[in-house]
């Protein structure tokens, strides 16, 4: 059996190591030698999971608008404390689903009723309240620029929004 010759410049006559096995990723790529593949969740199911969130806490803030409102004798508009008690409601139900619940397991209710987690991009472990909140602060970027940011995922490797890339989130199935 011939071997083929050492790299020309290569003192010591080492070979080049061998392909990778089956047709596998090359050295060190997702999937190579049993290391698994990430599964990025798609648009679709980002934007539903965000839709659920979202309908689990609008209720409080159409009650703070519809209860906390009103006019006085002269016609001029009113806000009374069922409007700040429903809009504190509705920010409650929104931190613990999307901070705290999202931060500590990786999916809020949205998430994980479609089944998509939301993890650090190095470590692929839920990423804490604290990374939470900033990756929802950080979509304001996504926003500022005519809502395109919301859009990246569906043209990036890594299906990430700006804020995803800002706080380096990536969410999974």
Not at 132 to 153: K, S
Request: charged fraction near 10%; glycine fraction near 14%.
């Amino acid at each position: 059996m011939s071997y083929p010759p050492p790299p020309p410049n290569d003192p010591y006559g080492n070979q080049a190591p061998p392909p990778p096995p089956y047709g596998g990723a090359p050295y060190g790529g997702a999937g190579a030698y049993g290391a698994p593949a990430v599964n990025y969740a798609n648009w679709g199911q980002r934007v539903g999971a965000y839709l659920i969130d979202y309908i689990i806490a609008a209720p409080f803030g159409i009650l703070a608008s519809v209860l906390g409102t009103g006019t006085d004798e002269n016609g001029l508009p009113t806000i009374n404390a069922f409007y700040y008690i429903f809009l504190l409601l509705a920010l409650g139900v929104q931190g613990y689903n999307r901070w705290f619940q999202a931060g500590k397991t990786g999916q809020s209710w949205g998430k994980k009723a479609l089944g998509i987690t939301l993890v650090d991009a190095s470590t692929g472990q839920p990423i804490g309240a604290g990374k939470a909140f900033l990756r929802d602060l950080a979509h304001f970027i996504d926003a500022i620029i005519c809502y395109i940011g919301f859009l990246f995922p569906l043209w990036d490797a890594k299906r990430q929004t700006l804020a995803d890339k800002i706080v380096s989130t990536v969410v999974t199935r």
